[in-house]
């Protein structure tokens, strides 16, 4: 049975990545609008507490463009059953910032004590390019996905006229003017200096960073199957077997990621890549963090926000393992457990934390998701004092080899079309951009004047 009011919005050929920075103030004036952001005026409050506001200004940077459409004729893609070992049984987004430009308040008092990570991202080496290719090395062969302050492209090193995958690429560009703007310079650094340290095989590869008088730009590597989204909204629903493959690598992703108190806080299927052979990439680190313990940054996309976040009440690791529930639920059924048409009203939903179960939903799948979905982060599956370990070892997971999905050894369930290494069949079909939005791609632009990187339309990324 499907959900009796589950709205039918969002179409999935329209980009889902727009960026909106809610007023949380709750009254019929919730949303300021300009253009395709909207800025907060206030401290954001939990909706059914609002008594709880207090001063100050923030923002929360979400996705909140409706994201589902309607129901219809269910259509899996095939099985895998390779990912269990054989014998085994088978079950079935804002900152807290007092007028400072950073945009986070870590290191705030917080109930429980600080946690050392069990490895320092700082030890890691930055496998970032250095200054080998130069922006004017690549051709724009297309655009990806329009995103938060820019758009990805695929390009291809100029001249290159082989089929080696090793010369197509994703270029993330991120305009200097909107990060300036929506106060991100801190995110879009965060992004720049994790992804040059983190490598795993289910996170995207970050090879090089540029900037011109305009942008920002991050060369990765190009994902060629589409977003997870994509293929979720094609098939409605997976079964508990494909949701259990995609889940248990998104498992060790957060696993690695959380070992260097690397907090994600955007998972979601628009931002699951899959690769030529079907696995998972991990990509769009803007709101990944380094936290020891909590962090105030309200940041994420609404569907997928954990309580703790809209109440404002600080989070952590526990929020990752919360948004695998959501990500669990939403390709179990087709759409996630709490939505609504406002931001505001799903997160009603969510503090008030009743799930509607369809009847496709076994009762160890429900098991899982209720497990990760405990309201309270101190019970909350991940979260407890096995950590990680308990969500590999959860029944629902019986059977997965853990090591040899790591080891990708294991046939995935939808193998996307790729014909070419430059075959974006996979992605919505955008067009490209003018040349003047991409000067530094176009010709090689003189280096900044000493006024000009003081300019807020000119503002100088240092590490970039
Ligand atoms: N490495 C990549 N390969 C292919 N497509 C990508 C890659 N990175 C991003 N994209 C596409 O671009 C979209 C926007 O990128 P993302 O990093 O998520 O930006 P935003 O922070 O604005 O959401 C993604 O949802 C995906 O469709
Ligand atoms: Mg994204």
């Not at 050929?13 to 007023?23: D, E, G, Q, W």
């Not at 506001?53 to 309607?70: C, L, N």
């Not at 926000?305 to 948004?323: F, N």
Request: negative net charge.
């Amino acid at each position: 049975m499907e959900h009796p009011t589950y709205p039918a919005f969002r179409s999935t050929s329209l980009p889902s990545h727009t960026a909106l920075a809610l007023s949380t103030t709750p009254d019929s004036s919730f949303f300021r609008r300009d253009s395709d952001c909207m800025l907060s005026d206030g401290p954001i409050t939990p909706p059914l507490s609002p008594e709880r506001s207090e001063d100050g200004d923030a923002a929360i940077i979400v996705d909140s463009e409706p994201r589902y459409s309607g129901p219809g004729g269910q259509v899996q893609p095939s099985i895998p059953h390779a990912h269990l070992r054989e014998g085994d049984s088978r079950h079935g987004s804002g900152r807290r910032s007092h007028q400072q430009d950073v945009m986070d308040v870590d290191g705030r008092a917080s109930a429980s004590s600080p946690r050392s990570p069990q490895r320092h991202l700082e030890d890691e080496q930055s496998h970032l390019e250095k200054g080998s290719l130069k922006l004017t090395d690549f051709e724009v062969k297309g655009t990806l996905g329009t995103g938060t302050f820019g758009r990805v492209l695929l390009v291809r090193l100029r001249g290159s006229s082989s089929q080696s995958t090793a010369n197509c690429f994703a270029l993330k560009v991120l305009r200097k003017t909107e990060i300036v703007r929506l106060r991100q310079v801190e995110h879009v650094n965060a992004e720049r200096y994790i992804l040059s340290r983190v490598r795993h095989p289910f996170i995207v590869d970050l090879y090089a960073t540029y900037q011109d008088s305009l942008n920002v730009y991050m060369l990765m590597s190009y994902v060629p199957g589409g977003e997870l989204f994509t293929h979720l909204r094609r098939a409605k629903r997976f079964t508990a077997d494909v949701t259990r493959f995609y889940l248990a690598t998104i498992i060790l992703a957060l696993k690695y990621l959380h070992s260097f108190n690397i907090i994600y806080r955007d998972l979601k299927p628009e931002n699951l890549l899959l690769d030529s052979r079907g696995y998972l990439r991990l990509t769009d680190f803007g709101f990944a963090k380094i936290v020891d313990d909590r962090t105030w940054t309200l940041c994420g996309t609404p569907e997928y926000l954990a309580p703790e976040i809209i109440q404002s009440d600080g989070h952590g690791k526990a929020a990752d393992w919360w948004a695998c529930g959501i990500l669990c639920y939403e390709m179990l059924v087709g759409y996630p457990p709490f939505f609504d048409e406002t931001a505001y009203g799903i997160y009603e939903k969510i503090l008030k934390g009743r799930i509607h179960w369809p009847n496709q939903v076994d009762p160890l799948s429900k098991d899982i998701i209720k497990a990760f979905l405990h309201p309270d982060r101190s019970k909350r599956l991940g979260n407890l004092i096995g950590g990680s370990q308990d969500v590999l070892d959860h029944p629902w997971f019986r059977g997965v080899d853990w090591d040899a999905l790591e080891r990708r050894e294991i046939r995935a369930p939808i193998i996307p079309h790729v014909a070419t290494v430059d075959d974006t069949r996979n992605f919505s079909h955008l067009p490209l951009p003018p040349a003047e939005e991409i000067p530094g791609l176009i010709r090689e632009e003189r280096p900044p004047s000493i006024q000009q990187r003081f300019d807020s339309v000119a503002y100088q990324f240092l590490e970039f």
